[in-house]
């Protein structure tokens, strides 16, 4: 049985993954919007992730015999004023996301409830990930952006990403 405090964090971390694969389908839809098919790929490609995320989140909560809350997953209300702006978001948001976690981390090590460490330590891993993801676009953007023939080349690398399902099991 999970803390109750530890258990209703990881509830809300389900539903806010969810969130975040809604932001992440929006950046898609803006960039698709402005004909940028690879930007909107991996944003799409993002959104999968996101949402293997609260599953897997969600998973662990059945294991532990622990009911689950959906709640309401707010629209995303992000305006674009430019191709820079969902970029930014992205950072932000898994920056946000980042200390969601470490505060589920923090919780569990509190009751020095081990098993649930153990399983976010993926998530810890993962969070660097995407940050690191998300500040590398930015950066190249600022580079490459304001050169047509460079954002179209841009534009080609993320168009090849594809979908990996996570192998971590909980």
């Known amino acids: 049985?999970?803390?109750?405090?530890?258990?209703?964090?990881?509830?809300?971390?389900?539903n806010k993954e969810f969130y975040s694969a809604y932001l992440y389908l929006d950046f898609a839809n803006y960039f698709y919007d402005q004909g940028l098919d690879g930007f909107a790929n991996?944003?799409?490609?993002?959104?999968?992730?996101?949402?293997?995320?609260?599953?897997?989140?969600r998973q662990y909560l059945i294991d532990n015999g622990e009911p689950i809350q959906f709640l309401a997953i707010d629209q995303p209300d992000k305006t674009y004023a430019s191709i820079e702006d969902p970029l930014k978001f992205g950072l932000e948001h898994e920056q946000y996301v980042t200390s969601l976690i470490n505060?589920?981390?923090?919780?569990?090590?509190d009751v020095k409830d081990y098993r649930t460490m153990q399983f976010y330590d993926?998530?810890?891993?993962?969070?660097?990930?995407?940050?690191?993801?998300?500040?590398?676009?930015?950066?190249?953007?600022?580079?490459?952006?304001?050169?047509?023939?460079?954002?179209?080349a841009l534009d080609q690398e993320l168009a090849a990403r594809t979908y990996v399902a996570p192998t971590v099991n909980a």
Do not use: C
């Open 42 to 57: 991996w944003y799409d490609v993002q959104a999968q992730e996101e949402r293997d995320h609260a599953m897997m989140m």
């Open 122 to 152: 993926w998530f810890v891993k993962e969070q660097l990930e995407e940050e690191k993801n998300a500040e590398d676009i930015l950066k190249k953007y600022h580079l490459f952006g304001s050169d047509p023939k460079g954002l179209y």
């Open 103 to 109: 505060t589920i981390y923090a919780a569990a090590d």
């Open 1 to 14: 049985m999970l803390d109750k405090k530890v258990k209703e964090l990881i509830n809300t971390q389900v």
